[in-house]
């Protein structure tokens, strides 16, 4: 039997870093539970509406914060508040795909586009590696607006 996973982030600001990661992954913030959000509504404010009548005080509703893949074939990913930050590098990183199929400066020139896009989102590039073949295709190395590092491949 196979297991689910979820990918959770530690996180100084959970709203901010999974809008940050929606945007990358064209996920989307799942609705409040028992709330049918009607096309075009803002799901923060049908949060602030859910977490105020359930009596959550307002300093104690950025804790955390959710994704899902509207095909629902990834995996889910919370982001959830910490007080402390990251203090070293990451031991299991996300390579987001952006290039499969593609090879040499065709690969390399849509990483680069993609690379782009999300350092106009917020992220740092971080290294590019060309490619080895036959061992590496290439990649780009990033960092989400919070430092975590992860690939573009």
Same mark, same amino acid.
């Given at each position: 039997?196979?297991?689910?996973?979820?990918?959770?982030? @530690?996180?100084? @600001?959970?709203?901010?870093?999974?809008?940050? $990661?929606?945007?990358?992954?064209?996920?989307?913030?799942?609705?409040?539970?028992?709330?049918?959000?009607?096309?075009?509504?803002?799901? $923060?404010?049908? $949060? @602030?509406?859910?977490?105020?009548?359930?009596?959550?005080?307002?300093?104690?509703?950025?804790?955390?914060?959710?994704?899902?893949?509207?095909?629902?074939?990834?995996?889910?990913?919370?982001?959830?508040?910490?007080?402390?930050?990251?203090?070293?590098?990451?031991?299991?990183?996300?390579?987001?795909?952006?290039?499969?199929?593609?090879? @040499?400066?065709?690969?390399?020139?849509?990483?680069?586009?993609?690379?782009?896009?999300?350092?106009?989102?917020?992220?740092?590039?971080?290294?590019?590696?060309?490619?080895?073949?036959?061992?590496?295709?290439?990649?780009?190395?990033?960092?989400?607006?919070?430092?975590?590092?992860?690939?573009?491949?």
């Amino acid at each position: 039997m196979s297991r689910m996973v979820q990918i959770t982030f @530690d996180a100084h @600001d959970p709203q901010a870093l999974s809008t940050f $990661w929606a945007e990358v992954l064209d996920y989307v913030h799942p609705a409040p539970p028992g709330v049918k959000l009607q096309p075009g509504e803002d799901i $923060w404010s049908a $949060w @602030d509406e859910f977490l105020e009548t359930s009596g959550v005080p307002e300093d104690q509703r950025n804790r955390a914060s959710a994704l899902v893949d509207p095909e629902d074939k990834g995996p889910r990913l919370f982001f959830q508040k910490v007080p402390e930050g990251k203090t070293a590098k990451n031991r299991v990183h996300l390579d987001v795909r952006t290039a499969s199929g593609l090879h @040499d400066e065709e690969r390399m020139a849509a990483l680069e586009k993609e690379c782009d896009r999300l350092v106009s989102l917020g992220a740092t590039r971080l290294e590019r590696h060309e490619p080895q073949p036959p061992m590496s295709t290439g990649f780009i190395i990033m960092a989400d607006p919070e430092g975590n590092e992860f690939c573009l491949d």
